[in-house]
């Protein structure tokens, strides 16, 4: 079974959802159209989700994946480059749930 991913899906700037989150706003700006939790299942526009595992934290694999940002915790954060497009959330698992639910609107809507 395939994944389920939208037909077109919309794009935001990681700026909107760091607002969206009441997260800083991230130094370097960019467009994501979705997420994804394993770097290597990243397709084009994903913000990558850097948890921590059990041997490793994501934010490691973040390199190698093709991703254009990273949503991850204080201590992914250590892990990145200086200047990548990264927003810091202090309950990751929390935030990552309130950008699933598909009843939140106030993401999709225009401003």
Excluded at 60 to 74: L, Q, R
Aim: net charge positive; proline share 8%.
């Amino acid at each position: 079974m395939s994944p389920l991913r939208p037909i077109a899906p919309f794009t935001r700037y990681l700026s909107d959802i760091a607002k969206f989150l009441n997260l800083e706003p991230p130094k370097k700006d960019v467009p994501v159209s979705g997420l994804c939790l394993e770097s290597s299942k990243i397709q084009d526009g994903d913000l990558f989700v850097a948890i921590r595992g059990v041997k490793k934290h994501g934010a490691s694999f973040w390199d190698s994946s093709k991703s254009p940002a990273v949503i991850t915790d204080k201590e992914g954060s250590t892990l990145l480059p200086d200047g990548s497009p990264i927003l810091i959330a202090g309950n990751l698992r929390e935030n990552i749930g309130e950008l699933a639910d598909r009843k939140s609107t106030r993401l999709n809507s225009s401003h």
